[in-house]
């Protein structure tokens, strides 16, 4: 198992205006595994990423990832951690806006100062991969925005992260440009074995993924697996979330 | 609901507007201050020879600082709107009627505007005691301050609370409206390098030389009364300066930091290739604001270096000339001692010294004349065993060595060069002496130059004349009354001296008269005595007011430029934070993000810190103190490091509170 998650849990606000958004979750996930974390709203799946991210601290609980407890580490280690081993992409890029596309990708390997050489190599690699050298020396508001996001998706690869993060990466992308997003994070989880962990609320997002866990008022409600088909895991999730939804007709356990 | 925007905006930006209403409350309180002063009745009280003119001043000084705040606190306001243009734009977007957001722009400056007023006010209520106590004490003012604010002041304060922010919030809706009609956003700056790289180095080449032309003029200055150069490298300096500054933070750093950026080796490593892109781009936005801030800062610097200076060079002249508050010659000792039994006066010190006259010649290098005349003599250890300030500015001689005094043309000179060759009648001829300009006795009591020499050569030499200097030192003053001093003026001159000069020096002589001669040759008078007490008090009075005021103005104009470049830094554009926060997320640590933000203040901070001293030595210059820098004008402008030094520790500290406030989130 590359990462284990034990028992975590996380409140927001203070006595009253308390809100749980993490209830005692535990979870595994194996090296190389895609996995989706889908719930609607509010239920807890950005908060359950960032805490496996290091982005936020659980208020109780364990995060173990490569046999390392990172809810032990202090702040500085889990920043060197999340720059060494973590990529991440989010709905809104997170791209900055005052670096070209080239500096916006090359940015964690300066940030770990890499030699200038493995700089061009590995970015001229991710320029190749994901079919985007005509960009490299175009500006950020140049870009459409599923450009922009295949951009970050080329940045929170290029260290070679042992786990990629996705936080609604189709959010903001048309269908097309969230299908070639989707083709690409499928390829780079088959080609190079990284870990994906990806919240997403959309039925047609999460069916890439090797198997989803549904998060309702902080809590794992149940979890899918992909059969390999995936039209038959489309539909099994979208059943699940008519049940999460509030539909009664059905039958959770019959999948499982 | 309104109310709560008005509430979270304020709420949002209370960093910035804590320090915006604090700048604002202290030129508020300073302007209460003077207002009040002016009619404060224990000023008038002790002041009564100033008459109205202390009010008067009061008056005119605080409309001045109040037109002076006024501008700072509209040009400054504006920045807040500005922060808050997404913000009203989509306001608009969600179908508010424009007129809704211009009156809640109008309410906020309302508010804040009232804010500062009541901690302004608080702060004139509280230290109007200390500042009215600290300007007695400058004036040298044995009174106890009263504290006092007339109804007249109250109701002139009202009313300028009231107009002031009525216009000043008018000139925020405007700003707002104005706002609301620009639909899109400008955020792409030029960069046209093939400008900014010429015209910074152009820059760079004018700083250095002003500065070479500075050092010049420490040189060249006492040669003002006689040639332009100074007076053309002044000039020269100003305008290199002025426009070197600017073009340097056009084209030199921003080409500096471009330059960094392109270089991979450098840039390539750890955070440097986002930094070097975010100060430039905050550079760019801020390079006008840094460019008056400096110039201004430089201003508030020459502004004390002058007055420094001057109140210096006055008192000392001043001193030279009458270092006792009273002065007489062996004539008139006797009647001015017998005054003084009968007034009473309680004499804190009593000195009394033999001259002598004789005639001398020489060739004065500044009038490049051979100059024949009377001179009065000193000896070296009479002149040592007066009290040290009677020779505080003159050249330090030792009991071998000649010291010439004699009147100085201007304030500001303190050079002390030699001066050869200077033939005395009947005594050998005096090869070398040091300079200086301070008479011990003051230099009205004399009719020339005086010479202090070695005891030997004073013994040795023949008089034509003999005389001996009284001085008196009193507590609280000689106490003579009007009837005494009328008395006293008969013997307003002692004698007169009618010097007639032949073919050569030995020939010549100097005839003493009791009356002043029709006509005849040249005449010399011997003044009698001489009375200053009252006016030195007067003097003493209007240099502490003097001093008062103009630290006052200067130390204001200094936190309010230091404020401007505070809040430049605190309002960052929504996309600069986001850019932190952005960092964070992928993985920067938090001590880069702050590097990030210290390195922004201290080029915020330090660049213009730099180049207002460098700018402000020129004051220095052409105050020509003989090219030495004094440990109070160094103190001053140490004074002035600190306060910056706070002001950008308080910035980055409040930044870094506010963007670690945002990444919380």
């Given at each position: 198992m590359q990462i284990i998650v034990k028992n975590i849990s996380k409140d927001f606000g203070k006595k009253r205006n308390a809100v749980h958004a993490i209830k005692d979750i535990s979870l595994k996930v194996e090296h190389g595994e895609f996995l989706g974390i889908m719930g609607p709203s509010g239920a807890g799946k950005t908060t359950l990423l960032n805490m496996i991210s290091t982005n936020e601290r659980p208020d109780h609980?364990?995060?173990?990832?490569?046999?390392?407890?990172?809810?032990?580490?202090?702040?500085?280690?889990?920043?060197?951690?999340?720059?060494?081993?973590?990529?991440?992409?989010?709905?809104?890029?997170?791209?900055?806006?005052?670096?070209?596309?080239?500096?916006?990708?090359?940015?964690?390997?300066?940030?770990?100062?890499?030699?200038?050489?493995?700089?061009?190599?590995?970015?001229?690699?991710?320029?190749?991969?994901?079919?985007?050298?005509?960009?490299?020396?175009?500006?950020?508001?140049?870009?459409?925005?599923?450009?922009?996001?295949?951009?970050?998706?080329?940045?929170?690869?290029?260290?070679?992260?042992?786990?990629?993060?996705a936080d609604e990466p189709t959010g903001s992308l048309d269908s097309k440009s969230a299908t070639i997003l989707l083709n690409y994070m499928q390829l780079v989880n088959q080609r190079e074995k990284t870990t994906i962990l990806m919240a997403t609320h959309d039925a047609f997002t999460a069916s890439y993924c090797s198997r989803v866990i549904f998060v309702k008022d902080g809590v794992v409600f149940s979890e899918v697996v992909n059969p390999g088909n995936r039209d038959k895991f489309f539909e099994q999730i979208i059943n699940m979330q008519r049940t999460i939804g509030g539909g009664s007709y059905f039958n959770v356990s019959q999948n499982n | 609901m309104y109310r709560k925007i008005i509430k979270r905006s304020l709420y949002n930006m209370r960093d910035s507007y804590l320090i915006y209403i604090l700048a604002c409350a202290f030129a508020i309180g300073i302007f209460g201050i003077l207002i009040s002063l002016g009619d404060n009745p224990s000023v008038r009280v002790s002041l009564r020879s100033w008459n109205s003119?202390?009010?008067?001043?009061?008056?005119?000084?605080?409309?001045?600082?109040?037109?002076?705040?006024?501008?700072?606190?509209?040009?400054?306001?504006?920045?807040?709107?500005?922060?808050?243009?997404?913000?009203?734009?989509?306001?608009?977007?969600l179908g508010m009627q424009r007129w809704v957001i211009v009156a809640i722009s109008f309410i906020q400056t309302t508010i804040v505007q009232a804010f500062a007023w009541i901690i302004g006010l608080s702060t004139t209520l509280i230290f109007q005691k200390f500042m009215g106590m600290a300007l007695f004490y400058l004036m040298r003012l044995r009174f106890n301050f009263i504290m006092h604010i007339s109804w007249n002041d109250v109701f002139l304060l009202a009313k300028m609370f009231f107009f002031s922010t009525l216009v000043l919030s008018i000139i925020n809706a405007i700003k707002t409206f104005r706002i609301l009609q620009r639909k899109t956003i400008k955020r792409e700056i030029k960069t046209r390098w093939w400008l900014r790289i010429p015209a910074g180095i152009f820059g760079l080449l004018l700083l250095f030389s002003a500065q070479i032309c500075t050092v010049s003029l420490f040189y060249d200055m006492h040669t003002v009364s006689y040639s332009s150069k100074p007076i053309t490298e002044i000039f020269f300096v100003m305008l290199a300066d002025i426009f070197g500054t600017y073009l340097v933070y056009f084209g030199f750093?921003?080409?500096?930091?471009?330059?960094?950026?392109?270089?991979?080796?450098?840039?390539?490593?750890?955070?440097?290739?986002?930094?070097?892109?975010?100060?430039?781009?905050?550079?760019?936005q801020n390079i006008s604001i840094l460019w008056f801030v400096t110039e201004l800062s430089a201003l508030a610097l020459m502004l004390l270096t002058f007055c420094y200076f001057g109140y210096q060079a006055v008192h000392r002249n001043y001193n030279s000339a009458y270092p006792f508050e009273l002065a007489a010659d062996k004539n008139t000792a006797g009647v001015i001692k017998q005054e003084l039994k009968k007034s009473k006066a309680h004499i804190k010190g009593?000195?009394?010294?033999?001259?002598?006259?004789?005639?001398?010649?020489?060739y004065k290098k500044d009038n490049q004349d051979y100059i024949r005349q009377p001179m009065t003599f000193m000896s070296y250890s009479d002149y040592m065993s007066l009290p040290k300030r009677m020779r505080k500015w003159n050249g330090?001689?030792?009991?071998?060595?000649?010291?010439?005094?004699?009147?100085?043309?201007?304030?500001?000179?303190?050079?002390?060069?030699?001066?050869?060759?200077?033939?005395?009648?009947?005594?050998?001829?005096?090869?070398?002496?040091?300079?200086?300009?301070?008479?011990?006795?003051?230099?009205?009591?004399?009719?020339?130059?005086?010479?202090?020499?070695?005891?030997?050569?004073?013994?040795?030499?023949?008089?034509e004349v003999e005389d001996t200097f009284y001085g008196w030192d009193f507590k609280r003053g000689d106490r003579l009354s009007t009837k005494q001093l009328e008395k006293l003026d008969n013997f307003r001159d002692a004698y007169y001296m009618k010097v007639n000069f032949k073919k050569t020096l030995d020939q010549s002589n100097i005839e003493v008269l009791k009356k002043a001669p029709d006509r005849g040759g040249s005449i010399y008078t011997q003044a009698g005595f001489l009375r200053q007490g009252s006016i030195k008090k007067n003097f003493t009075q209007g240099g502490g007011f003097y001093l008062f005021i103009v630290s006052l103005f200067s130390v204001a104009l200094l936190i309010a430029l230091g404020s401007v470049l505070t809040l430049r830094i605190l309002l960052r554009d929504d996309y600069q934070s986001r850019q932190l926060r952005t960092l964070q997320k992928i993985g920067v640590e938090e001590s880069e993000v702050k590097r990030i933000v210290r390195r922004e203040n201290t080029l915020t901070f330090l660049i213009p810190l730099i180049f207002a001293l460098a700018q402000s030595?020129?004051?220095?210059?052409?105050?020509?103190?003989?090219?030495?820098?004094?440990?109070?004008?160094?103190l001053i402008y140490a004074g002035y490091v600190v306060l910056y030094g706070i002001f950008g520790l308080v910035s980055y500290k409040v930044s870094w509170h506010g963007i670690k406030h945002k990444f919380s989130l």
């Open positions: 609980g364990q995060i173990i990832v490569d046999g390392q407890d990172l809810t032990q580490l202090h702040d500085r280690d889990q920043t060197k951690y999340r720059r060494n081993k973590m990529g991440f992409i989010y709905q809104s890029f997170e791209l900055l806006d005052s670096l070209n596309v080239k500096e916006n990708v090359i940015l964690p390997l300066a940030l770990n100062r890499s030699n200038k050489k493995l700089i061009e190599e590995r970015f001229n690699y991710m320029m190749n991969l994901l079919n985007i050298e005509k960009l490299s020396k175009r500006n950020i508001d140049e870009l459409s925005l599923g450009q922009r996001q295949i951009v970050a998706a080329a940045r929170a690869l290029i260290n070679s992260p042992e786990i990629l993060f | 003119f202390i009010s008067d001043i009061t008056i005119m000084m605080s409309g001045l600082f109040a037109f002076c705040a006024f501008i700072y606190m509209a040009y400054v306001g504006g920045f807040f709107i500005k922060q808050q243009r997404n913000e009203f734009r989509t306001f608009e977007k750093l921003p080409t500096i930091l471009n330059t960094l950026q392109r270089i991979h080796s450098v840039s390539y490593s750890g955070i440097n290739m986002f930094s070097f892109k975010y100060l430039k781009e905050r550079l760019f009593e000195y009394q010294t033999n001259v002598k006259i004789n005639l001398v010649s020489y330090k001689i030792n009991s071998r060595e000649f010291l010439k005094i004699d009147y100085n043309g201007s304030i500001f000179e303190n050079r002390h060069f030699k001066e050869h060759d200077i033939r005395v009648k009947d005594s050998p001829v005096i090869a070398t002496v040091k300079t200086g300009s301070s008479f011990p006795y003051g230099s009205s009591m004399h009719f020339g130059p005086m010479m202090v020499v070695p005891d030997k050569y004073y013994q040795k030499m023949p008089a030595i020129v004051a220095i210059a052409m105050s020509n103190t003989g090219r030495h820098i004094s440990k109070n004008i160094i």
